[in-house]
């Protein structure tokens, strides 16, 4: 018998001070099964690192060619390819010959680095490629009082967010391993 997702609601309260966006978002994910609570949180602060109404999430963990979110233009050209995690180099240097930008962040800790110096030779030569990890004691916490139905306050200021909730505040600062060019 094959297990069945989760459904998580949120609702963000996102107030974006470096790019002046201020706007709330309902967020409704399945986690897979095979998906970490960790790995979801990181969905949700890379959708809130870079909110915008036409930021969506797809179903990136069913069909591989899709990222896990997507900004797509009014005339369906993918804007901002968004991947969570450690893809293959092949599906990296795949995204960014269909998007205007491609956003990597990986979010677990020692391996992310290590998975991060063993592509970095081969994507090099991308320029539309920038990765940003987030820290993974930030990600365990807030993974740690993660519910079905979560409310959460989001400040981002000098690239960092602030996630305020039932949980408290919990400052996640993403380290950027590599910027646009």
């Known amino acids: 018998m094959a297990l069945k997702s989760t459904v998580f609601k949120f609702q963000l309260q996102i107030a974006d001070l470096d790019r002046h966006y201020y706007a709330d978002h309902a967020l409704t994910l399945a986690r897979h099964p095979s998906e970490t609570d960790v790995r979801l949180v990181s969905r949700v602060l890379a959708f809130a690192r870079q909110a915008d109404e036409r930021l969506s999430m797809t179903s990136a963990l069913c069909d591989p060619d899709e990222p896990d979110l997507c900004l797509a233009s009014l005339d369906g050209r993918i804007e901002r390819?968004?991947?969570?995690?450690?893809?293959?180099?092949?599906?990296?240097i795949k995204a960014a010959g269909r998007a205007d930008r491609v956003t990597i962040h990986p979010y677990a800790g020692a391996s992310s680095l290590l998975w991060w110096q063993g592509a970095q030779r081969e994507l090099a030569r991308l320029r539309k490629l920038e990765v940003i990890a987030f820290p993974e004691p930030e990600l365990k916490a807030l993974s740690a009082s993660l519910v079905r139905t979560t409310a959460w306050q989001i400040t981002v200021q000098d690239g960092i967010l602030a996630v305020s909730g039932d949980h408290g505040c919990v400052s996640v600062e993403p380290d950027t391993w590599r910027g646009i060019a």
């Not at 390819?81 to 990296?92: L, M």
Request: charged content about 35%; overall charge neutral.
């Open 81 to 92: 390819w968004i991947d969570v995690g450690q893809p293959d180099a092949r599906r990296i």
